[in-house]
């Protein structure tokens, strides 16, 4: 069974500070999508990673799919109240598509 | 460009009761997807629709979840009976293609099964 497993759980830190959260399998998927999730809301996507070792730049948010295509790391440069939310992985493994977990992130002001 | 349309948003039933949530996808898009997120996970697919046809229910508990998407477009999702293990975010969400790429999420239906 391919399972995301993301880390850390739970990260509560200060505004302006810098933050990574993981996201990682002993699956390869063809393609990663990261999204963020509000209370009472549904998903957002933010984005889709496909080639091995690519990087995406959202504004303050940085994206990057592992060489081997079976992890992902969220970079979020000095952090705003606004960041705060469930952050999900998701990818297709075994023509299956699979979400972890999430990271809760809370951004104090 | 209007989002994906959940109703109810909240639900309170009794176990062994029925309950039955809509969902309208993005017009246009052919993929429609409900998911089931318990309290501290991520959403678990449920099943999968291309247009009106059934690409994946590998993880739908068929004894008592149905789904339906009658021309392509809306879908319902039903529960009957209910039990305590249902109460859940119930979320819908539609894309383009059917490799659940970028796909666009409703506000989901929260049930509480009591």
């Known amino acids: 069974t391919q399972l995301l497993e993301q880390s850390p759980q739970f990260l509560s830190i200060q505004e302006g500070e810098n933050l990574t959260v993981y996201c990682n399998s002993s699956s390869v998927f063809s393609s990663l999508q990261w999204y963020r999730q509000e209370p009472g809301e549904g998903p957002v996507l933010l984005v889709t990673v496909v080639t091995g070792g690519e990087v995406k730049k959202l504004k303050r948010l940085t994206f990057q799919f592992g060489d081997a295509r079976k992890d992902s790391s969220l970079h979020i440069t000095a952090a705003q109240p606004g960041d705060t939310g469930l952050y999900l992985c998701?990818?297709?493994?075994?023509?299956?598509?699979?979400f972890g977990k999430g990271t809760r992130l809370h951004i104090l002001p | 460009e209007a989002g994906v349309a959940q109703s109810p948003r909240y639900k309170i039933i009794e176990k062994r009761q029925s309950v039955a949530f809509w969902c309208n996808p993005i017009?246009?898009?052919?993929?429609l997807y409900w998911y089931q997120q318990i309290l501290g996970q991520g959403p678990k697919l449920l099943i999968q629709f291309q247009n009106n046809g059934v690409v994946d229910d590998s993880q739908l508990p068929k004894d008592r979840f149905s789904a339906e998407r009658l021309k392509g477009v809306d879908s319902t999702l039903k529960i009957q009976p209910a039990k305590l293990e249902d109460s859940a975010v119930y979320l819908c969400?539609?894309?383009?293609?059917?490799?659940?790429?970028?796909?666009?999420f409703g506000p989901g239906t929260r049930l509480t099964v009591t």
């Open positions: 998701a990818g297709r493994g075994d023509d299956k598509i699979i």
């Open positions: 017009s246009g898009h052919a993929t």
């Open positions: 969400a539609s894309s383009w293609g059917d490799r659940g790429y970028e796909q666009y």
